[in-house]
């Protein structure tokens, strides 16, 4: 299965360039460029690309703006002349960074670690699906100067302060711009839960879960953090849960 890619990059000879090399990788299909940010993302969220190869510095929005705005985020090899970004490119864990002029042997092993990481997943869910987002997909979280791409398994927690939505993961608690409402949406329900107006849990992270006031619950995430399920969210709980 061809793995559909799209190159964002600013300037038409890298991109050329770039084309250019990925004809000695036939797996690898070209199905649209970009030129900014703006243009990138509509590409991505009307042609659900598998990888995206983007450059950083672009005038106006950055490689890493275009990460935060878009909803499901593809995976990503940068590609770019500033290597001063090598450190921010791996803490946003991005699978790989070409530096330009990119040279074929860094390529075919940025191709190569792809074909890995799409193997292990294949292996359990079926990457390639782009339905409601499932555990192996990867979120992008920008706060302030930090990025992290996340697996939304090993996030175990999402709460709600004000417009914006904290999430817990590892020991980072991050804030993006997004309404609990608006992420109930978008996310497995059988994974995540809403226990309460603030929070939402996911149901694997949950240790313990014991009796609370008012006929609610006290759950205990592996995290450490005890999150109350509201009475009305408890009746639904139990029988999710078939307690």
């Known amino acids: 299965m061809a793995i559909k890619a799209i190159i964002i990059d600013d300037e038409r000879l890298a991109r050329n360039e770039l084309k250019k090399l990925l004809q000695d990788h036939s797996d690898i299909e070209v199905i649209e460029e970009a030129a900014n940010v703006d243009d990138?993302?509509?590409?991505?969220e009307?042609?659900?690309p598998d990888l995206v190869f983007l450059d950083i510095q672009m005038p106006g929005k950055t490689g890493f703006d275009l990460l935060s705005e878009v909803e499901k985020a593809p995976k990503v090899i940068f590609t770019t002349a500033y290597d001063e970004y090598a450190i921010k490119a791996f803490e946003v864990n991005a699978l790989d960074y070409l530096?330009?002029?990119?040279?074929?042997?860094?390529?075919?092993?940025?191709?190569?670690?792809?074909?890995?990481?799409?193997?292990?997943?294949?292996?359990?869910?079926?990457?390639?699906?782009?339905g409601p987002l499932t555990e192996l997909d990867q979120v992008f979280v920008k706060d302030g100067e930090r990025c992290w791409f996340v697996k939304l398994g090993e996030i175990r927690l999402f709460e709600s302060v004000g417009n914006y939505a904290k999430v817990f993961f590892g020991t980072n608690k991050p804030l993006i711009l997004k309404s609990l409402n608006a992420l109930e949406e978008r996310l497995d329900e059988r994974m995540f839960f809403r226990a309460n107006r603030k929070h939402i849990i996911n149901l694997r992270w949950i240790e313990k879960i014991e009796p609370y006031f008012n006929g609610g619950l006290l759950v205990d995430l592996k995290g450490g953090e005890k999150i109350e399920v509201s009475r009305r969210q408890t009746v639904k709980f139990k029988e999710m849960m078939s307690l």
């Open 40 to 44: 990138g993302i509509e590409k991505i």
């Open 46 to 48: 009307s042609l659900n």
């Open 99 to 130: 530096l330009k002029p990119i040279e074929p042997k860094r390529l075919a092993d940025a191709i190569q670690k792809l074909q890995a990481e799409i193997f292990k997943e294949n292996a359990g869910i079926n990457g390639f699906n782009r």
